[in-house]
């Protein structure tokens, strides 16, 4: 089963996000910057349940890769994950600083690759020219899918963390 089939559960609230998000009817330079934010979302989770004053980190206005790293040394998620979040901030900058840039084939496979087999199925399945998009988008969801399964995952796993670390601003 090709994970355009496994990702289109209408009733999984983080496909739903995703979809609400990243949606397909964008065009390719917008879905990768809102899938890019949508990832940063997720690092942003794994920092404030992670860390006892993740909220520091956060308010501190931490780049991507400054948050990457930090995400990287929290080692909660394989290294396939974490280089493919850093090939999606490369793209994404490529993206968001060239406002004639054009998604390549190097592109989608420089953030596609690291998924493995997945990605090799989704392109072969979606190797024209044509079908760039769909296999740009597939591959922003194997991005997003494991990062919307892990805050789960920790939070089930460590019951409090974050959560008691809120401290009122002194007057």
Known sequence: MTRKKENKK?????????????????SSVSMVL???LLAEYYIDQFIAIEIARGDIILDKGFSFSQ???????LDIAKSEIVDTLSALNGLRNRCAHDME???????????????????????????????????????????IAPLDGLPRHVKKHHKGIGRAHKHKKSS
């Open 34 to 36: 809102r899938g890019h």
């Open 101 to 143: 840039y054009r998604i390549s084939e190097t592109d989608i496979d420089r953030i596609g690759l690291p998924q493995g087999r997945d990605y090799l199925e989704d392109k072969d399945e979606y190797s024209t020219e044509k079908d760039k998009k769909q296999l740009l988008y597939l591959s922003l969801v194997g991005i």
């Open 10 to 26: 209408k009733e999984d609230p983080g496909f739903k996000r995703f979809e609400k998000i990243v949606n397909f009817k964008l």
């Open 67 to 73: 948050k990457l790293t930090i995400f990287r040394s």
